[in-house]
């Protein structure tokens, strides 16, 4: 036998250096802060346990952090064998999504604070431990970002697809069908797909168990990936093929079964035997754990932890980067609760009229103050409602996802919806968002835009960054949802003249009731 033989083969690898156990100031420094992000941002934290406790959708929240907590125990063995080498580039990272968390605070943007509390709670680790104990539990902490509540704005896609998926089966299968928006309706009856409907609890379950079971069954990224692509296809397909047995099973039994609260029990059985399926076949091409080949030169031996005294300055340079920003928004709120009472200012307009024309009412939250007026042109009559809020941290937002032009028992149906301009330049919004509305035989065209310190805006994003940039500046975020409506009959161009009428004649009394109204 050789030397090189002997040397790979018959001598022992010598053991590599254990690294020194963590002093118990040092574990107490670590402990404190990984809980920190927790304790400086709770108001955060309480949010999504709030919308997991009122939403069934987000239910899975309550076990994202049991399963980290889990999937870190389970690589223990290998973190003892990683020094502490805290990473100060982390910090810079983590500077940002506290910047990230503040901009969504004054704008009211709640998924996106909501998504930077879960990225410092994954980049805390990162800074404090370092990259290689990072490394060893990335997806745990990732994994992290499941427990933010979103996904409400897939709602209105997926209804479509569903819509669409069971109408063209209903046909497939020879069954008369007559689709109108969302509405299907059959000889036996007539069926809704609502927001229920949607299937986005079932993707999002579904992608939150792919990516847990990839991890855990697989090795290659490619079959890590293949995964969660089937987890987000199937549920989408499957909610489909739902929602066409249900309608199939009430129509063949004469609207006697499939139909309440039984149809939501049948698409849980049936959502649950397909991911049942989906992850047997994914089982087909499990991988194991691999263990480490033997003969194999060990690596060099990893380098000596950090010390307490450079563990305490990462955890202090830590703290400043976590509690500057609510310390930042405690000071501006502090300038905002000081700010006078809101005052409304009557809109004077020619022609009003003592009773309205139609009695649609938007389904908004309740403002700090409003106006509903309306008025008869020589064209026909014109209606303008307008909502102040002064957006607080708790209170009712002006610009939310809450917000609807229909209440969910409304006889009002709310058909489409798109951007207008206007090219009114000073005189009035640039743009508007035009939505048609329909109760039996009436048709009503509304648009409707925002006005934020004195700024006209129809986008709702844009409408964002002029409340931060106003609370940046003021401490205060004010602002006006406008609402100009009109009946027709067929032509809805006959109510877009009205409107545009009344804007030209009415655009510096408006403008001053928007500006002076809601002044700070």
């Not at 249900?246 to 049948?266: F, K, P, Q, R």
């Not at 609510?326 to 003592?354: D, I, S, T, V």
């Not at 006889?411 to 090219?423: K, M, T």
Request: charged fraction near 15%; proline fraction near 7%.
């Amino acid at each position: 036998m050789s030397a090189i033989d002997f040397l790979s083969h018959g001598a022992p690898a010598p053991a590599p250096r254990q690294p020194r156990a963590a002093a118990p100031g040092t574990a107490l420094i670590v402990l404190l802060i990984l809980l920190l992000p927790l304790a400086a941002y709770w108001h955060t934290a309480a949010s999504i346990v709030a919308i997991w406790e009122r939403s069934d959708t987000y239910a899975h929240g309550y076990v994202i952090l049991p399963i980290t907590l889990w999937l870190v125990w389970r690589r223990r063995d290998a973190l003892r064998q990683m020094p502490l080498q805290p990473c100060w580039p982390a910090l810079a990272a983590l500077a940002l999504c506290g910047a990230a968390w503040l901009a969504g605070e004054l704008g009211g943007v709640q998924v996106v604070s909501q998504y930077a509390l879960a990225a410092m709670l994954a980049l805390t680790p990162l800074a404090l431990l370092g990259l290689r104990m990072a490394r060893v539990i990335a997806f745990p902490l990732l994994f992290l970002l499941f427990g933010v509540p979103v996904g409400e704005n897939l709602i209105a896609p997926l209804v479509q697809i569903t819509a669409g998926f069971t109408v063209e089966a209903l046909r497939w299968t020879g069954v008369p069908v007559l689709r109108e928006g969302n509405h299907i309706s059959l000889p036996s009856g007539d069926w809704s797909v609502v927001e229920a409907c949607s299937g986005l609890r079932y993707l999002i379950s579904s992608v939150t168990l792919g990516c847990l079971y990839a991890y855990l069954s697989y090795r290659s990224w490619r079959r890590r990936a293949l995964l969660v692509l089937a987890a987000v296809l199937v549920p989408v397909l499957a909610n489909g093929l739902r929602a066409y047995m249900i309608i199939m099973i009430g129509h063949l039994s004469g609207m006697a079964l499939a139909v309440g609260v039984d149809h939501l029990i049948y698409g849980w059985v049936f959502f649950g035997l397909v991911m049942l399926l989906l992850f047997r076949i994914g089982n087909i091409w499990r991988e194991d754990e691999e263990a480490p080949a033997a003969g194999v030169t060990r690596s060099a031996p990893p380098p000596a932890p950090a010390s307490t005294a450079t563990v305490a300055g990462a955890a202090l340079t830590i703290a400043a980067s976590l509690l500057v920003w609510p310390a930042y928004l405690y000071r501006l709120e502090q300038a905002g609760a000081a700010l006078p009472p809101l005052e409304l200012e009557r809109f004077h307009a020619r022609a009003p009229m003592a009773l309205g024309f139609t009695d649609w009412t938007p389904d908004y939250q309740a403002p700090s103050g409003s106006l509903r007026q309306f008025y008869a042109l020589p064209a026909g009559p014109v209606g303008l409602t307008l909502m102040y809020y002064r957006d607080q941290r708790d209170g009712p937002k002006l610009i939310s996802s809450g917000h609807h032009l229909t209440m969910a028992d409304s006889p009002w149906r709310e058909g489409a919806s798109v951007d207008r301009a206007l090219g009114q330049g000073a005189d009035g919004p640039p743009a508007v968002r035009e939505t048609t509305l329909r109760k039996g035989q009436q048709s009503l065209l509304v648009w409707r835009w925002y006005a934020i310190d004195g700024q006209p805006t129809a986008s709702d994003y844009v409408g964002k960054m002029l409340q931060s940039k106003q609370k940046m500046m003021t401490g205060g975020s004010n602002g006006v949802v406008v609402m100009l409506f009109s009946p027709y009959d067929d032509d809805p161009e006959v109510a877009r003249a009205r409107m545009t009428q009344f804007l030209q004649g009415n655009a510096a009394s408006l403008r001053a009731t928007l500006t002076g109204g809601h002044r700070p």
